[in-house]
């Protein structure tokens, strides 16, 4: 540590276990202030456990054995305390104990010369200690699906993802590493989606709603506003909640482009977006026209887990699939057939054919028709949303999203005349 070059580097390391660990006590002696059952250490009590850390490092000549014996027998006393925390409250409370501990890595931490970790650990404690009526309260709100959906997402990027192997297989050169983190973004997005969501518990209204459920899934999202349409007399909400919906599906596109393949969202940044703010601007402006209906705007519609590990190897399995069909069609069938493969496919779920053409193959994509099967491919997908709501909503409300979503299929094509 530099700036007290009038102190020996040990008196400085021996001041900056001081400061740290003085810290922790600190705020433990303001937790026994505002408690009236018995708590063990204070503000001398932690400072001398991190100086206790730092000797036994500096005795030891940093040897990790002598270090683990010294943790080993203060740890020793802490059960000594707990134990007698327990016989005279009755309280179970082992935060103190654990902070005393992790006192004692400070201080062996300095003598190693590890500040960075040593002041982290530190902050880390105190924010941990501080904010635990928040921590409780949230804990106590999240239920356990929730949990759950977060850990079915670390299972697919953190346990998955890094035992696949990052190299090509096969005559169409499929890369198991690069096809998952496809899986892994998309996931994302949809998780990121599912968690406002949650956040927001129904708050907001159908046209956050409508902009939370677009990011996840357009065409999900529109078939629900439908269903609502159906009992709701708000056409003109429903209607401009369904073409907003439809302009976040560019702006997901754009961002899984943009991550995926530069060249290709390079091309289609400016139609993407450019379609995206009139879907919004123009959905939002539907939304404002008066409804026959003075009931009240129906609240937004409940959030639904987005993230199944089955649903994830279905996706993989129709990535690889659209990978493998894009390079036929541009081997044997040449644009059209590629132009035909997107139309066809913007019936369904357009994610594994628009990914599968940001990556390449033994017959790599042209650029350019490439960026026309993406617009085809939504505008195609914007026709069938528009079919789903006129089929699922009420009348009105059917003919304008079906209207909307087929200008905006028409609007989404006239970049391929560019």
């Known amino acids: 540590m530099k700036g007290l070059n009038w102190l020996p580097p040990e008196g400085t390391q021996v001041l900056f276990v001081l400061f740290l660990s003085f810290l922790l006590g600190l705020e433990r002696e303001e937790h026994k202030l505002q408690d009236d059952r018995y708590s063990f250490g204070g503000v001398r009590t932690f400072p001398l456990i991190g100086l206790i850390g730092y000797g036994v490092a500096v005795v030891s000549g940093g040897d990790l054995l002598l270090q683990a014996a010294g943790f080993a027998i203060v740890a020793g006393f802490l059960l000594l305390a707990y134990w007698h925390k327990l016989s005279s409250s009755g309280y179970s409370g082992v935060t103190t104990e654990m902070s005393g501990l992790a006192t004692y890595l400070i201080g062996t931490l300095v003598y190693h010369q590890a500040f960075w970790i040593a002041t982290t650990l530190t902050v880390a404690s105190i924010l941990l200690l501080e904010m635990k009526t928040r921590l409780e309260s949230l804990a106590r709100r999240m239920d356990t699906s929730d949990l759950l959906t977060l850990a079915k997402f670390l299972l697919l990027a953190a346990v998955i993802l890094p035992l696949l192997p990052d190299q090509p297989f096969g005559p169409f050169r499929i890369n198991p590493f690069e096809t998952w983190l496809v899986v892994v973004a998309v996931s994302g997005v949809s998780y990121g989606s599912y968690v406002l969501q949650r956040l ?215 970049p391929l005349w560019w």
């Open 200 to 414: 927001l518990r129904g708050r907001g209204g159908i046209v956050l709603a409508a902009l939370l459920g677009g990011a996840y899934s357009s065409t999900v999202t529109t078939i629900v506003i439908a269903r609502r349409a159906a009992a709701d007399d708000r056409p003109q909400l429903s209607a401009g909640a369904t073409l907003m919906a439809s302009g976040m599906m560019y702006l997901r596109l754009a961002g899984l482009l943009a991550l995926f393949n530069r060249s290709l969202m390079s091309r289609l940044a400016v139609p993407f977006l450019a379609l995206a703010a009139l879907a919004l601007a123009g959905g939002w402006l539907w939304t404002r026209r008066p409804d026959s209906s003075t009931a009240a705007p129906a609240a937004g519609f409940a959030a639904k887990n987005p993230l199944e590990v089955g649903t994830a190897l279905l996706f993989a399995t129709l990535f690889v699939a659209m990978l493998i069909a894009t390079a036929l069609a541009v081997r044997y069938l040449g644009d059209l057939g590629v132009y035909s493969l997107a139309g066809i496919m913007g019936v369904t779920d357009v994610d594994p054919f628009i990914m599968g053409l940001t990556q390449s193959s033994p017959v790599p994509t042209p650029l350019p028709v490439a960026a026309g099967a993406i617009l085809i491919a939504a505008a195609s997908n914007n026709v069938i949303k528009g079919i789903y709501a006129y089929a699922w909503s009420s009348r009105r409300a059917g003919i304008e999203s079906l209207g909307l979503l087929l200008a905006l299929g028409a609007l989404g094509l006239l």
